[in-house]
């Protein structure tokens, strides 16, 4: 947990089916606009050149499926 001033930064992390989403909503649900969600899941690695057959047998799960360094440098830059 990151404090800055008016900014809280809080992260939820945890595998598949953890309950990040649930916690998440319930945030959202007690605080309504004083929050902003940004999800990982909208940082997954595109495979634009690979046949869906390919892209089936990738472990989207696997942190390197994540453009993380991409979700990172648009923290700082809200920030």
């Not at 606009?33 to 595109?46: C, E, L, Q």
């Not at 050149?49 to 453009?67: F, G, I, M, Q, V």
């Amino acid at each position: 947990m990151i404090k800055d001033k008016d900014i809280l930064l809080i992260g939820i992390a945890g595998g598949t089916g953890s309950g990040k989403t649930t916690i998440t909503d319930n945030i959202k649900e007690r605080f309504g606009d004083m929050v902003t969600v940004i999800t990982h899941d909208n940082y997954y690695k595109a495979h634009d050149s690979l046949t869906y057959e390919e892209r089936a047998k990738l472990n989207y799960d696997h942190p390197a499926s994540l453009d993380t360094d991409l979700m990172i440098e648009h923290i700082k830059l809200l920030k």
